[in-house]
């Protein structure tokens, strides 16, 4: 049985930095496209950063390109997103997922990821950023 578990969200100041953890289980890392998504209420889920844990390779959205950072780690089966000099606009439910097969094309072609290219996700983590 595959699970994503989410951790690390909570509320931060604006300028503020909070890490957010993905420990998966029943599938490996490695083997797949992790990738981080957030959703506000009355909006589509929108792809903020993907990486192939397997090579290195990653993408991230224009809105937090400079600020957010992606990382995994094939033997902790864990992904991270590190988030710095958060912004009101951030704030939203964020969710980890696992694309084992059709994922990879936003790497690929440099585009945001795509939830319809995932097949298994976290119940999500709220992230607040708030003075």
């Known amino acids: 049985q595959v699970q994503l578990v989410e951790s690390g969200g909570g509320l931060a100041q604006p300028g503020g930095s909070l890490r957010l953890s993905c420990a998966a289980s029943?599938?490996?890392?490695?083997?797949?496209?992790m990738g981080w998504f957030r959703q506000v209420p009355g909006k589509e889920r929108e792809g903020v950063s993907c990486?192939?844990?397997?090579?290195?390779?990653?993408y991230y959205a224009d809105s937090v390109k400079g600020r957010f950072t992606i990382t995994g780690d094939a033997a902790k089966n864990t992904v991270w997103l590190q988030m710095n000099n958060l912004k009101p606009e951030d704030t939203a439910v964020y969710y980890c997922?696992?694309?084992?097969?059709?994922?990879?094309?936003?790497?690929?072609?440099?585009?945001?990821?795509?939830?319809?290219?995932?097949?298994?996700w976290g119940l999500g983590t709220q992230v607040t950023v708030s003075s």
């Open positions: 997922a696992a694309g084992p097969y059709r994922a990879i094309a936003a790497i690929i072609n440099r585009h945001e990821p795509q939830p319809h290219d995932y097949d298994y």
């Open positions: 029943g599938l490996t890392v490695s083997r797949n496209t």
């Open positions: 990486i192939s844990v397997s090579d290195g390779s990653r």
